[in-house]
């Protein structure tokens, strides 16, 4: 922190000084008295002239005012802002909390609070909030005093956006809130953790040893700010390497070293990968690649781990090393270090990995131009991904359907992609396409939904048309819950519970919304479609009905 400046008026006001010192524009929420100070706060510091105006969002329901504010930190890389009334108002926004502290996500939340002068005579919504969120969150804390708030709030947004990120909450009690105070705040920034140079030098040793390596390049290395060091390092080395999470497009789409496509030859065939940025979770086999049904050799490979923070490293896997601290630091240090010695040579990998990525691509070729009746959900894609601009946010929202958009749609930028993340929470569609096309005004902003995902949020295509924000909503709609209903049978050989209405006309949906949209049953109609929903300006949904039992076909179930 550097400079402060001393600030004073009734405690929303502090927050919205705060939070706009903090580098936030955007308040997302549902009307609520409990945090009217909050509105007003906004109001009056636009009024007075006093910097840029923060922008006021109001949603439908208070889940998509917090995975707007959620997707908002991804997006930005600056702490999304998600103000909440006090009791149900809270505990909605409670999964959109948790699905950022799993992704990493710089987040505040500021809950309303029944007020301290009633407390424990049974006020409105009187509930204790801290102790049910501080489990899914960096910190949950009550801020009892209107002398609190300014301090508190600029603790809150600093942890937030602090490695490892993540959210924070807050709430202010009712009468708290209404009253006055001054305060002090500094100018925005959040602490970065300096890697051991021993460390990064023992991964650079490991790395000039690997004759087969692979880098895994995750989430944390777009919110960390390290792409431009990482793209740097696979370019200048050659290295092969997959992404996942907010890591897709740091390797842009088409690059020979994104072996994406060859995932499975690569994670089997490797002596060493080098995970940055992402936990060894279900989604990388729990940090064991190779090993005796996976190679030739038997073995497994080698396994570094790179985090932002000494907590994010892997307590469960068997790791050759690891490192963690400020990621381009590490990156630059990593390539430095290598440099030093002699180039290691990894073309026939690359070249064999090359190889696999062009045979996966001609295999992908046949269900992306698939005719058949009822669409393969894949041929979504092959029409899509030929639409899509490099500057195109692209967020996933279901399950079956976006395990596809996984496979095919590979970002040309980094900072483009926004998925359910390891905590596999549907409904943030609709939050986070709002967040989106504020975040990136000029850039083309589209949704992929599951006909089952689409049924938590649909309704607040109803923000996106009263604040003019148009989207592209692609659909694929298998009238069921895909991800359930096929593991299901194959366990109990039949399903319950697991169909949805058949080819439900969801566009009407949005239509009646006050946006616009269509049914497509026919593959040819997909393209055409496409073109109408980007040229309309509007939020327009694409519905497309798809075949139940073209499954994606997945090698685990996340446990």
Not at 80 to 87: F, N, P, Q, R, S
Not at 118 to 124: E, M, Q, T
Request: contains cysteine.
């Amino acid at each position: 922190m550097s400079e402060s400046t001393d600030i004073s008026g009734h405690s929303g006001e502090l927050a919205v000084h705060v939070a706009r010192a903090h580098g936030v524009e955007t308040m997302f929420t549902l009307s609520g008295a409990h945090v009217f100070p909050m509105y007003d706060g906004a109001v009056r510091t636009q009024a007075e002239g006093q910097g840029p105006p923060m922008r006021l969002l109001d949603v439908r329901h208070e889940q998509t005012a917090a995975f707007a504010a959620e997707a908002t930190g991804k997006l930005t890389r600056v702490p999304g802002l998600a103000v909440l009334t006090a009791g149900p108002g809270v505990t909605n926004g409670i999964s959109a909390i948790a699905q950022a502290q799993f992704a990493g996500s710089p987040m505040v939340v500021v809950g309303g609070r029944a007020p301290q002068n009633r407390w424990g005579s049974g006020s409105l919504q009187e509930l204790d909030q801290p102790p049910i969120i501080a489990p899914v969150a960096k910190a949950a804390r009550t801020l009892m005093t209107a002398a609190d708030v300014a301090g508190g709030m600029d603790e809150a947004f600093t942890l937030a956006r602090s490695s490892h990120r993540g959210p924070v909450f807050v709430d202010v009690p009712m009468d708290e809130f209404f009253n006055s105070s001054t305060g002090t705040i500094a100018s925005g920034e959040g602490t970065r953790i300096e890697p051991d140079p021993d460390a990064v030098e023992k991964v650079a040793r490991l790395l000039a040893a690997a004759r087969r390596p692979v880098l895994i390049l995750g989430t944390d290395v777009w919110a960390d700010h390290a792409e431009v060091a990482a793209l740097r390092l696979v370019e200048d080395l050659g290295l092969p390497t997959l992404t996942n999470g907010m890591g897709r497009g740091v390797i842009p789409g088409g690059h020979r070293c994104l072996v994406t496509k060859a995932r499975g030859a690569a994670l089997s065939g490797a002596d060493l990968v080098v995970v940055v940025g992402t936990p060894l979770d279900f989604r990388l086999g729990y940090g064991a690649f190779g090993g005796p049904d996976k190679n030739p050799q038997g073995e497994f490979a080698k396994v570094v781990h790179i985090a932002d923070s000494p907590g994010q490293v892997s307590g469960h896997a068997e790791l050759a090393a690891s490192v963690s601290g400020d990621l381009t630091t590490v990156l630059d240090g990593l390539q430095a270090a290598i440099e030093r010695g002699a180039k290691p040579d990894w073309q026939a990998w690359s070249d064999q990995l090359a190889d696999q990525v062009e045979v996966a691509a001609a295999r992908d070729a046949e269900l992306l131009t698939a005719e058949a009746d009822p669409i393969h959900p894949a041929r979504i894609y092959g029409e899509l991904v030929p639409r899509l601009a490099d500057d195109s946010v692209v967020i996933g929202d279901g399950g079956d359907f976006v395990s596809f958009a996984g496979k095919y749609v590979e970002p040309k930028r980094p900072g483009g992609w926004l998925d359910p993340g390891p905590y596999g929470c549907l409904g943030a569609g609709l939050g986070a396409a709002i967040a989106a096309r504020i975040a990136r005004p000029s850039a083309q902003v589209t949704l992929l939904l599951g006909d089952g995902a689409a049924g938590f949020s649909l309704m607040d295509v109803d923000t996106l048309v009263r604040h003019d924000l148009p989207v592209v909503m692609v659909m694929g709609n298998n009238s069921a819950w895909g991800l359930e209903k096929g593991p299901m049978q194959m366990l109990y050989g039949y399903d319950v519970i697991a169909d949805l209405g058949q080819r439900t006309p969801y566009d009407d949906v949005v239509k009646a919304l006050g946006g616009a949209g269509e049914t497509v049953t026919d593959p040819k109609q997909i393209g055409p479609a496409l073109d109408r929903a980007y040229a309309a300006g509007v939020p327009y949904l694409v519905n497309v009905i798809t075949d139940v039992e073209a499954a994606y076909p997945r090698n685990t179930f996340g446990i």
